[in-house]
């Protein structure tokens, strides 16, 4: 990482000198967005992240790399039209936006302080170490980022945290860009936001929060704005999202109090750039007037997620610019401009007379692809349909010129996206009366099973399962090979039987080392399968996939996101042959693998013109055809996974209820139809169970897994308070880190699960499935896994 400047991380917090008055500078531009894809158009980041991480690539080579990524960004949104001083986003970082904070504060944990150096920094091995672990030392926790799929990686904070300015980084890409002659904004989370998405550390006092430590956290913020400022920045962004929830815990008063603190402090600092305060994700509400009252100088509101402010509280932002998020960061769907431009229109005439207003994205261009012009094995009919996130920097600009020029500046645009939007809507496969017909006729008992007692008694006779159970969550490692010969299968090199014979081979090894490990169920290890999601979506009618459509999961870690643009139907089965083949390879029993129809959902780009209720259950309703005909084939045991239930609940509570009726109702739908006897699990990963513990409950899944390797099985408190009945499998492996559990460690955190819930509750398995690890970790950790479960029912 960066070396500290003398001029501001050697100054004490006395130093930073605050005034009453603002910073006069120059203005925001007329169009923006608030952050931009960082892997680049061919996954480059990742490539020489990994490459760095085997070895193949040194520091200076990947900070080359690095450096060219951030260039070719910003020539590119140059050539998009994003040309005026700070219209750019500097939002880079090589892992992790908030690792990035936490680097730049040195803000570790104590099993990492020996990582730093004398200044108190981070090396970039000692960052990577914060995001992946190391021998004995796991890595940071890791969970999803608000509700979206991204996964950022938890602070730890304590009463000695070390907090300070000590890595220069975030300002290096001001100079950076300077040196190249352009002028751009850079981009950090926000204080507030930091450290409600912080956890106390396992040093922490009790009773103590992050929040507790706000002042420290403050100074540094002052001295990285003073550092941007040296560099040549005239405005950055301090992104807020926290502040749109109302699910933190914490009082609401004490997180608008320590705003008030924090952006009259900052604001107040004389040497800094302008401040842009940007609330995404949804509605600011009642912290919209205190960031009005704060001596700021631009507001931004998410007007996609959130909805246009109330009068009284845009009056709050006389002599602030407003940034306004019309253009979604999230889905990939052309942006309605009639729409959007009246949002607009309306948010000029009820803000005070004179606010310069700012036509953005609604949140950072993070979540979506790069360029849809690349697909062009997409029917071009449905492409006309999208908008990547170049086309909506296209999107940004004609609306920020119809919003100055007035609507006949942009009449041709208006007139083209009016006639895309009717000639969607008449698509034949995006309204098929049979389907709306079937999910018509859903009654409450297709969402309903036989009582649990009833169907573990069968289960139990059917299944024979030993005390602690032990089963993996799915897939296993994906190796080359497998790889090689799912291409060499798309570009015509082997045919269906070549590709079929190499993927049954695959799941006989899969299902031998099972065996051979004494794992209790098992699964085929789902080598025929691309991806969780994809994998049903080119299965299924409604749904396209893309060519180069990745987007940044976490680290280096990227997905492909389908696209469901019509009616879901099933036209035959998708996984009961591979299933009922590794069934007949063993005596044990086999999990058949699907996808839920929440998680289908959130790690697709879904539609937008039908309520997300009709599509969950359109969903489950395939999904139920699928789980008769594994029945049919003899798969006693079928998982329905669902780790997305908890990135796509609500952020305000209001709201919850809702989604929880419709989320829970279209897994119920998927499993309803299941006999007794059949034993029906899910999955959920990164989800904060303890928040949808309820909705879990009512999902009535005979066996559910989860996360909680990182956390230690902090979860466990909620679960045994809850009175949770059914079986559970927190996780004993953290398959997210390279670092192999000793039998010690997984003994150790079975223990606790055993403690808290009862032997006749526990399953043992991973956090995760398997796929991006690999087989001599994957072995070694499955045997510490084994030797756990076996060395705790020896115990009881």
């Known amino acids: ?48 992240v990994e ?59 104590a099993r990492f302080r020996d990582l730093l150096d004398a200044d108190g920094a981070l090396d ?8 992946r672990g190391e021998g004995a030392r796991p890595a940071l926790e890791m969970t999803k980022w608000l509700d979206s799929n991204y996964h950022y990686l938890v602070p730890e904070i304590d009463a000695s945290t070390p907090i300070g300015y000590v890595d220069t980084a975030i300002a290096d890409q001001v100079r950076e860009a300077k040196e190249a002659g352009a002028e751009v904004r850079p981009v950090v989370v926000g204080p507030i936001s930091y450290l409600l998405m912080a956890k106390p550390s396992d040093e922490a006092a009790e009773g103590f929060h992050p929040l507790d430590r706000l002042g420290d956290v403050l100074h540094a913020y002052g001295h990285l704005l003073m550092d941007l400022q040296k560099a040549g920045a005239t405005w950055v962004q301090l992104d807020e999202p926290a502040l749109v929830s109302d699910s933190w815990n914490v009082d609401r008063e004490r997180i608008l109090q320590a705003v008030r603190d924090a952006y009259t402090w900052l604001g107040a600092i004389v040497e800094r750039p302008q401040i842009l305060v940007a609330g995404t994700y949804g509605s600011l509400g009642d912290a919209l007037p205190v960031l009005g009252r704060a001596p700021i100088e631009a507001v931004g509101l998410d007007l996609v997620a959130g909805s246009l402010p109330e009068a009284g509280d845009l009056a709050s932002l006389e002599s602030k610019a407003v940034v306004a998020g019309v253009v979604s960061g999230r889905n990939i769907w052309r942006t309605d401009l009639d729409a959007a431009l009246s949002t607009l229109e309306q948010l000029r005439e009820h803000l005070p007379e004179g606010t310069p207003i700012t036509v953005a994205t609604s949140t950072s261009l993070q979540h979506v692809p790069h360029d849809v012009e690349r697909e062009t094995a997409i029917d071009p009919q ?24 007035g609507r006949e500046a942009i009449a041709a645009e208006l007139a083209q996206d009016a006639d895309l ?8 496969g995006v309204h098929r009366d049979e389907v709306r017909a079937a999910v018509d006729a859903v009654t409450e008992g297709d969402r309903t099973r036989a009582p649990y007692a009833e169907r573990k008694a069968a289960q139990d006779e059917r299944l024979g399962l030993p005390e602690l159970p032990t089963t993996t969550i ?12 799912r291409a060499a299968r798309r570009k015509g090199e082997i045919g269906e039987a070549a590709y079929d014979e190499a993927m049954r081979a695959e799941i006989a090894s899969v299902v031998a080392l099972q065996e051979r490990l004494g794992l209790d169920v098992l699964v085929h290890g789902e080598a025929e399968r691309n991806d969780m999601v994809q994998y049903f979506a080119e299965l299924l009618d409604g749904f396209v996939t893309t060519e180069h459509g990745w987007v940044q999961s976490y680290g280096s870690r990227c ?25 007949s390879l063993t005596d044990k029993p086999l999990k058949g693998m699907l996808t839920g129809p929440v998680t289908i959902m959130a790690w697709s780009f879904v539609r937008d013109d039908i309520p997300r209720a009709q599509v969950a259950d359109q969903l489950g309703l395939a999904l139920r055809e699928e789980v008769a005909d594994l029945e049919a084939a003899g798969i006693g045991v079928i998982q329905v996974d669902e780790p997305a239930i908890r990135e796509t609940l609500p952020l305000r509570r209001a709201d919850r209820p809702a989604y929880l009726e419709w989320s829970v109702g279209s897994f119920r739908l998927a499993t309803g139809g299941a006999a007794p006897a059949t034993q029906v699990h899910t999955h959920l990963c990164y989800s904060e169970f303890d928040v949808v513990i309820d ?35 927190p996780g004993v492996w953290d398959i997210h880190s390279p670092r192999v559990p000793s039998q010690a460690e997984c003994t150790e955190l079975l223990q606790r699960a055993v403690d808290a819930l009862g032997a006749e509750k526990v399953w043992v398995n991973p956090d995760c499935g398997l796929k991006t690890r690999a087989y001599a970790e994957t072995e070694a950790s499955l045997a510490s896994l084994v030797g756990a479960a076996r060395a705790v029912r020896a115990t009881l």
Do not use: C
């Not at 892997?39 to 490539?47: A, S, T, V």
């Not at 970039?124 to 995001?131: I, K, P, R, S």
């Not at 099933?570 to 083949?581: L, Q």
């Open 124 to 131: 970039v091995e000692g960052y990577f170490t914060l995001a």
């Open 695 to 729: 909705a879990v409950d009512h999902l009535d899944a005979d066996v559910t897994s989860i996360e909680a390797s990182r956390s230690r099985m902090d979860i466990l408190p909620a679960v045994a308070e809850h009175g949770f009945e059914r079986q559970l499998g």
């Open 1 to 48: 990482m960066s070396a500290n400047p003398e001029s501001a991380a050697s100054a004490s917090p006395a130093e930073i000198a605050v005034t009453e008055s603002q910073v006069p500078s120059a203005p925001l531009p007329g169009a923006t967005i608030l952050g931009y894809p960082r892997i680049g158009r061919d996954r480059e980041l990742k490539r020489a």
């Open 474 to 485: 799915g897939s296993f490692p994906q190796t080359a090979e497998i790889r090689k010969a």
């Open 51 to 109: 490459s760095f991480w085997k070895g193949s690539l040194d520091l200076d080579e990947l900070s080359r790399a690095a450096a060219e990524l951030r260039g070719a960004t910003r020539s590119r949104l140059a050539e998009l039209g994003l040309t005026q001083p700070a219209s750019v986003p500097a939002d880079f970082t090589l892992y992790d936006q908030v690792l990035q904070v936490t680097a730049t504060l040195g803000a570790v944990p």
């Open 382 to 405: 449905i492409r006309s349909w999208l908008a990547f996130a170049d086309q909506k920097v296209g999107e940004v600009i004609a609306l920020a010129r119809g919003l100055a020029e």
């Open 421 to 428: 939007r009717n000639q969607r809507a008449a698509h034949p």
């Open 559 to 583: 997905t492909r996101p389908s696209i469901l643009w019509g009616d879901v139907v099933r036209p035959e089965p998708m996984t009961v042959a591979w299933s009922a083949y590794a069934q």
